[in-house]
C-alpha cells in the first residue's frame, strides 16, 4: 500500500523565519503531492498541488518541492508568522483511485511571537 | 464559495445507540468521502460514494455504514456506537475530474460514552 510519513508532529520556530515542513513516501511516486493546512476543531483546507513533474511550486509565502529521487516533498512557509502556526498535511493518490487520496498524520506548526 | 457542511460540531451519544452524521456539499460534486481522524493516525477513509446509492469501503468500514440517497448528501450510520468509536468525523466532496482537491466540512466531534 502507499504509505506517506511526516516526520515531525511538531515544530517550533520564531517569528520570520522560513519553516520547512517534509514529507516522505514510499513505492512509486506519485503523480501528485498535495498540502493542506488544518486548524484545530476545523477541517483540512487545501494549500498546494505538485504534480510529479514540476521540481517547486510557489504561492504568495508558500513554496513546495518534489523530489521524486529522494521520495520526498519539502513545504516553506517564508517570513512566518504567528497566524501561520496550524497543523500541516501532506497527501497522495491512493492505490485504488486517483480520486482518493491518502493523508500523512500532519506536522503541528508553531510560531512563536 | 464552496461549502460543505456537516449537521452537528459536538455530538455526545451512548455505547450502542444508533448514530447518524449528515454531510451537505452545494457544489455538485460527484463524489464524497467520510473519514475519521485520531491524534497521530491521522485522516483514515471509512467510506466513499462516486455517486448516488454507490458506495465503496474505504480502510476502515467496520462498524460503519452509509447512504447516498441524493447526490448532495452523504450520511455515515454507526449502527451501534462503541466507545473506540470516539473521533473527529469530516466529510469531504470532489468533483469529479481527477487531480482535483478535496473539500472539507467543518467536521463533528463524536464522543460515545
Known amino acids: 500500500s502507499q504509505k506517506i510519513e511526516q516526520n515531525s508532529e511538531a515544530l517550533n520556530i520564531q517569528e520570520g523565519k522560513t519553516a520547512t515542513l517534509t514529507c516522505n513516501y514510499t513505492?512509486?511516486?506519485?503523480?501528485?503531492l498535495q498540502w493542506y493546512r488544518q486548524d484545530p476543531g476545523r477541517g483540512p483546507v487545501f494549500l498546494l498541488l505538485?504534480?510529479?513533474?514540476?521540481k517547486e511550486k510557489r504561492k504568495e509565502r508558500l513554496k513546495v518541492t518534489f523530489d521524486t529521487t529522494l521520495k520526498q516533498s519539502l513545504f516553506h512557509i517564508t517570513a512566518s508568522q504567528p497566524a501561520d502556526s496550524a497543523t500541516y498535511l501532506c497527501?497522495?493518490?491512493?492505490?485504488?483511485?486517483?480520486?482518493?487520496?491518502?493523508f500523512g498524520s500532519g506536522t503541528q506548526l508553531t510560531v512563536l511571537p | 464559495d464552496v461549502k460543505v457542511t456537516q449537521s452537528s460540531r459536538y455530538l455526545v451519544k451512548r455505547t450502542g445507540e444508533k448514530v447518524f452524521l449528515e454531510c451537505v456539499q452545494d457544489?455538485?460534486?460527484?463524489?464524497m468521502f467520510w473519514y475519521r481522524q485520531d491524534p497521530g493516525l491521522g485522516l483514515r477513509l471509512i467510506y466513499f460514494?462516486?455517486?448516488?446509492?454507490?458506495?465503496e469501503k474505504g480502510d476502515i468500514p467496520e462498524g460503519y455504514s452509509v447512504s447516498r440517497e441524493k447526490k448532495e448528501r452523504f450520511s455515515l450510520i454507526l449502527e451501534s456506537a462503541s466507545t473506540n468509536q470516539t473521533s473527529m468525523y469530516l466529510c469531504?466532496?470532489?468533483?469529479?475530474?481527477?487531480?482535483?482537491?478535496?473539500?472539507f466540512g467543518p467536521g463533528t466531534r463524536l464522543l460515545v460514552l
Open positions: 497527501a497522495r493518490p491512493s492505490s485504488g483511485s486517483a480520486r482518493q487520496l491518502t
Open positions: 513505492n512509486y511516486s506519485p503523480a501528485y
Open positions: 505538485i504534480r510529479e513533474n514540476e
Open positions: 457544489m455538485d460534486h460527484e463524489n
Open positions: 460514494s462516486y455517486d448516488v446509492k454507490m458506495k
Open positions: 469531504a466532496s470532489v468533483p469529479m475530474a481527477i487531480q482535483e482537491t478535496q473539500y
